[in-house]
């Protein structure tokens, strides 16, 4: 079942996303070929077929998680656009209500 216009607007609305009407139009058109191409692969038979989650064996290698000497403040703050007190200052992304 495709996807309509108020549903991409619904979906926008919760993302809080502003979209112009060429945008709503490509984006339900695009959200639509996705899911027509969703559709395609249910279709296949997939009886027999063994689970995988990676067509290749991975291993991961990793580091010994060992603490190492702290960075001096200073040096930490040295290249911060904005400090205060020896803490980094970053721009309000909350609103208060």
Not at 19 to 45: F, G, P, Q, S, V
């Amino acid at each position: 079942m495709p996807l309509s216009r108020e549903e991409v607007l619904h979906v926008a609305l919760l993302a809080r996303l502003e979209l112009d009407d060429a945008e709503i139009e490509r984006y339900t058109w695009e959200l639509n070929r996705i899911l027509e191409h969703i559709e395609k692969l249910r279709e296949l038979n997939t009886e027999g077929v063994e689970p995988t989650s990676h067509a290749i064996p991975l291993s991961n290698v990793f580091r010994p998680d060992e603490p190492g000497e702290p960075l001096p403040r200073e040096e930490v703050l040295m290249n911060a656009p904005d400090a205060v007190d020896g803490y980094f200052r970053v721009p309000r992304v909350v609103e208060e209500s």
